[in-house]
């Protein structure tokens, strides 16, 4: 059975409070061959080719959790987290879902462009419809739909030392697609077909697409079948971080576009 630490509650509860479909904490101890869903829905991924040291108890992303994280070192082969079953997070079509991870990757890392994070059905033949995440080369990351594409790109960069939340949305009642760092709002495609992401015969892998390295830590991962909100979103971050957020004016009839003045964030500072 999956336990979890009473002083990581206030986070784990925040995210189980938002039914995920699958939640992988990675703070398993070297030479763990799975690692546990934390959902409760028996959806537990296989670790491929971890290295022997420097791979897990990476120091964990939430604030005053002493949970753990892996760090993705570039290798042959490379080391990565994959679902055994292809069928999981293969949506229906018109069905939406949502991705997070946290993320911290150095200065200067050696990441490939394009690098995937996470993804689900890419490959030689290029199975669609598929979704994923990815790093770009200046240290931004993506949120990807491919059947037909749609993408967006951050703004923010992740590459600087530091624990980055990311979430990826797809909003299949509103046929758009969100992504958001650190709680912020990053951009918005709209026009997204209603199509079956991810039913296709790939796994959903952590940490590659078309082998591409890469060299980061990652933690806290999450999949939800249903389209998180702005409000959702920060709340996660907020208690990853443990700084009280406060989430209003969602939106204004003199935005310029989808949720451009109505994002804020305030920091309790006292």
């Given at each position: 059975a999956f336990t979890h630490s009473a002083q990581g509650a206030t986070y784990y509860d925040v995210v189980l409070g938002d039914s995920p479909a699958g939640y992988w904490r990675l703070g398993e101890a070297a030479g763990a061959t799975q690692a546990q869903d934390a959902s409760g829905l028996n959806r537990d991924l296989d670790y491929n080719n971890a290295p022997a040291s420097g791979f897990f108890g990476q120091s964990g992303a939430i604030v005053g959790d002493p949970d753990t994280a892996v760090k993705f070192t570039p290798g042959s082969p490379n080391p990565t987290v994959s679902s055994p079953n292809t069928s999981d997070f293969g949506f229906t079509s018109g069905q939406s879902f949502s991705a997070e991870y946290w993320i911290k990757a150095l200065p200067g890392n050696t990441t490939a462009s394009d690098a995937g994070l996470l993804t689900k059905g890419y490959d030689s033949?290029?199975?669609?419809?598929?979704?994923?995440?990815?790093?770009?080369?200046?240290?931004?990351?993506?949120?990807?739909?491919?059947?037909?594409?749609?993408?967006?790109?951050?703004?923010?960069?992740?590459?600087?030392?530091?624990?980055?939340?990311?979430?990826?949305?797809?909003?299949?009642?509103?046929?758009?697609?969100?992504?958001?760092?650190?709680?912020?709002?990053?951009?918005?495609?709209?026009?997204?077909?209603?199509?079956?992401?991810?039913?296709?015969?790939?796994?959903?892998?952590?940490?590659?697409?078309?082998?591409?390295?890469?060299?980061?830590?990652?933690?806290?991962?999450?999949?939800?079948?249903?389209?998180?909100?702005?409000?959702?979103?920060?709340?996660?971050?907020?208690?990853?971080?443990?700084?009280?957020?406060?989430?209003?004016?969602?939106?204004?009839s003199s935005a310029a576009g989808p949720r451009q003045s109505g994002f804020h964030e305030f920091e309790d500072t006292e």
């Open positions: 033949s290029s199975d669609t419809p598929w979704y994923l995440s990815r790093y770009m080369p200046g240290g931004q990351v993506d949120w990807f739909l491919r059947g037909p594409d749609k993408r967006v790109e951050s703004t923010a960069t992740v590459n600087d030392g530091q624990w980055h939340h990311v979430v990826g949305v797809y909003d299949g009642a509103a046929s758009e697609i969100h992504l958001y760092v650190d709680g912020r709002w990053q951009g918005t495609a709209t026009g997204v077909t209603a199509t079956s992401y991810g039913t296709n015969t790939r796994p959903f892998t952590i940490a590659n697409h078309l082998n591409r390295n890469v060299d980061a830590s990652m933690d806290e991962i999450a999949m939800y079948n249903s389209a998180l909100s702005d409000f959702q979103v920060l709340e996660h971050y907020s208690a990853g971080t443990g700084v009280p957020s406060l989430n209003v004016d969602f939106g204004s």
